[in-house]
Nanobody
Framework: QVQLVESGGGLVQAGGSLRLSCAAS????????MGWYRQAPGKQRELVAG???????NYADSVKGRFTISRDNAKNTVYLQMNSLKPEDTAVYYC?????????????????WGQGTQVTVSS
């Protein structure tokens, strides 16, 4: 069983930055792929970024060059550094964990999910 707890969301002006954190319980963190999804009001949940245990990453086109996913296995924590934020980045951001990067990117069954943290970008 893996439990995920996100933090770091908030209100920021367009062009600003935020760093989200996701603390994971469980001894399998270092072997699992981790990821971030987001869901804006009235829209489907979408992948933002994913990273496997070897450091390979996958980013949504809309965030490439602005967002960076990273992980600290010693702290069982994954981060999402978000720079140059835009109003369209406003959403609830969810942390997820799965056995492979492919599984995280697919976003299907078998993943663990956090409860989400709100990010609001004002124009």
């Amino acid at each position: 069983q893996v439990q995920l707890v996100e933090s770091g969301g908030g209100l920021v002006q367009a062009g600003g930055s935020l760093r989200l954190s996701c603390a994971a319980s469980g001894s399998i963190f270092s072997r699992n792929a981790m990821g971030w999804y987001r869901q804006a009001p009235g829209k489907q949940r979408e992948l933002v970024a994913g990273m496997n245990s070897g450091g390979s990453t996958n980013y949504a086109d809309s965030v490439k060059g602005r967002f960076t996913i990273s992980r600290d296995n010693a702290k069982n924590t994954v981060y999402l550094q978000m720079n140059s934020l835009k109003p369209e980045d406003t959403a609830v951001y969810y942390c997820t964990s799965g056995p492979t990067l492919r599984a995280v990117v697919a976003g299907g069954g078998g993943l663990y999910w956090g409860q989400g943290t709100q990010v609001t970008v004002s124009s």
